[in-house]
């Protein structure tokens, strides 16, 4: 093992229409009033003008980013607030704002605690789904209560070094070899818990070393070879590892994840022309069928967590439903916005996707909010790696942000 990173240690692993019905209607004996109150419906059907279709007009919007400025989460959220300020009726303000702190716990706490639910804070945030899932005391109660908006899916790719164990060509090549170590930032990302969850139903022996104190240095220790494995998401990787690290030969993609609506298994159409296969095709391929067990179940949140909901845009709680209404229409829009698609291939090399349907809200309150069982397992299979992990915790971080002028 190479380095040591400060503060984990490294771990080798064995293993509208009810309001009034036909007889109310029946019974009012002017048409005139029947004529008005039709037309009073059609409006609640449609909306009426300066509810939700106007209801930025005049105004700002800020889009808070729950990390610093110039990581994924940064960049991916310009890209939208340059989007949104095109595509909202009414054409607002769109200012971007970053907060930071406690992996993205800072932000959201504002957002749920001290942020007026006048719907013009849209948070733009990665990491909160898992932190919620495991009941993260840094993180307050009351982000439950955030309103959820829409979620950004993303795929991550795992890739390896291709001199492990003598040499690898394909994915299954990896069982059975040794001297195996995965590398990560923290034992509670789910990034972290993917690739070990990963490996693990594979029944790959490996070691798992944590701490680094970000992914730049985590890919120096795996050009190093202190690390043979690492997960990233398919954006990184595109930019920085396959252009370079895997056109030399040094190392090779060996899955990428799935993605999951709680029914079935899809390949995401970003990474089509990737020349690897998901994990759950891999996974059967090694066990010929997909297992049913505790850990299984336990990947498949996980997963869904990160890639599903890489990103989620969230508003206060008690925001008006015109808020969210007005921000899902605008984002409808991006689909046919050819400005919006060049962007994005400039800015992070690819067009994401935003979901914004009632099935996906849904999705997301249940995977954030798993059974206590579940969550007490990926408590415990923190633990194998970081025993400490939840012994010492400090409270809701206290850091403001001010809101700009409007």
Not at 55 to 84: C, I
Request: with cysteine; hydrophobic share 45%; proline share 7%.
């Amino acid at each position: 093992m190479g380095a040591t990173c400060a503060n984990f240690r490294a771990v080798w692993i064995e293993d509208p229409y009810d309001l009034v019905d036909g007889a109310e209607i029946d019974a009012m004996r002017s048409p005139l009033i029947v004529r008005l109150v039709l037309a009073l419906l059609t409006l609640l059907a449609v909306g009426t003008p300066g509810r939700a279709e106007n209801f930025y007009q005049g105004k700002q919007l800020v889009v808070l980013v729950n990390f610093p400025p110039g990581g994924p989460t940064d960049f991916e959220a310009r890209l939208l607030a340059r989007t949104l300020a095109r595509t909202i009726v009414g054409s607002p303000a769109v200012v971007v704002q970053n907060m930071g702190g406690s992996n993205g716990a800072v932000a959201a706490n504002w957002l749920a605690n001290a942020a007026a639910s006048d719907g013009l804070i849209l948070g733009y945030f990665s990491g909160i789904a898992s932190m919620r899932a495991l009941a993260d005391p840094i993180l307050s109660e009351n982000v439950a209560k955030l309103a959820f908006a829409a979620a950004v899916p993303g795929v991550g790719v795992t890739y390896a070094r291709t001199d492990i164990g003598g040499g690898i060509g394909k994915p299954l090549d990896v069982v059975g070899k040794r001297d195996l170590w995965l590398g990560g930032l923290r034992p509670d990302s789910d990034r972290d818990l993917r690739l070990r969850m990963q490996f693990d139903l594979l029944g790959v022996k490996h070691g798992y070393q944590p701490g680094f104190s970000s992914i730049a240095d985590a890919r120096q220790a795996f050009l190093r070879g202190d690390i043979q494995v690492l997960l990233e998401s398919l954006t990184a990787y595109r930019t920085s590892i396959e252009g370079a690290i895997v056109a030399s030969g040094k190392a090779m993609p060996l899955w990428i994840d799935p993605l999951d609506d709680g029914e079935t298994f899809i390949r995401s159409m970003d990474a089509d022309n990737l020349p690897a296969p998901t994990f759950t095709d891999v996974l059967l391929q090694a066990k010929g069928a997909l297992p049913k067990s505790e850990l299984f179940e336990a990947w498949r949140m996980v997963n869904q967590m990160g890639t599903l909901f890489q990103r989620i845009l969230l508003l206060a709680p008690a925001t008006p439903p015109a808020a969210v209404t007005a921000l899902r229409k605008a984002i409808g829009r991006f689909a046919d916005d050819a400005a919006f698609k060049e962007d994005a291939l400039k800015s992070i090399k690819q067009v994401p996707t935003y979901l914004i349907d009632a099935r996906t809200a849904s999705l997301f309150t249940r995977v954030a909010t798993p059974e206590p069982a579940q969550q007490a397992f990926l408590r415990k299979y923190i633990e194998q790696v970081a025993p400490d992990y939840g012994k010492e915790k400090a409270g809701p971080p206290a850091e403001a942000m001010t809101k700009p002028a409007q």
